[in-house]
């Protein structure tokens, strides 16, 4: 009985921090998908609307907002953007920056043209 509660201590001691990783890589994936999503979104409603629509990073980082609709993040992850909000045009255009978004020691940035409000991700 010993030997299978060591094997399963063991086990258990090799898993968890593997899965523990695997979470918070999802965790952050997720955030990504989240931040681009709603930076596609301010483009497309501005676009749509015909008025002009500000993305904001949150004055803590754990967070932003466009027009009516604001999310937060995990309190582990981080957002850092221009000193000034991102505001996408009707014609498509935007007060171009670049943000980043990093979580223990996860990182990724996405940069928003001026002329075209297009947005990529920056390796």
Known sequence: MLVIV???SLVTGIIFPSLDKAMRRQDFANSCA??????RT???V????DVPVRFKVSADGHGFSYGA???????????????????????GSA?????AIA???????WSVRPSTGAIGRVR
């Open 46 to 49: 501005a676009i749509r609307s």
């Open 69 to 91: 609709v604001s999310e937060r993040l995990p309190d582990t992850t981080k957002l850092t953007g221009p000193d000034r909000d991102i505001a996408f045009f009707a014609d």
């Open 95 to 99: 007060m171009g920056g670049t943000i």
């Open 34 to 39: 989240r931040l681009e999503l709603a930076l």
């Open 103 to 109: 979580d223990r020691g996860l990182m990724r940035r």
């Open 42 to 44: 301010a483009r497309a």
């Open 6 to 8: 060591a094997i399963l």
